[in-house]
């Protein structure tokens, strides 16, 4: 997923330097979300990690 929300990104700096607003805006909201969505399941995957160490020791 972070591979597409960076794939994402450079497609909006590339578009943003030839003048595309309109596709270089709504490749960032897409690259934004991707990385959100990314995070959070980084952030579930961690406690459930974290839970789990716990439960064996």
């Not at 591979?3 to 960032?28: H, R, Y």
Request: hydrophobic share 75%.
């Amino acid at each position: 997923m972070l591979k597409w929300a960076l794939i994402f990104f450079v497609i909006s700096l590339i578009a943003g330097l030839l003048g595309f607003s309109g596709i270089s805006a709504a490749t960032a909201t897409i690259a934004r979300v991707l990385f959100g969505i990314a995070l959070v399941i980084f952030l579930i995957f961690l406690v459930l990690a974290l839970l789990a160490g716990n439960a064996v020791v």
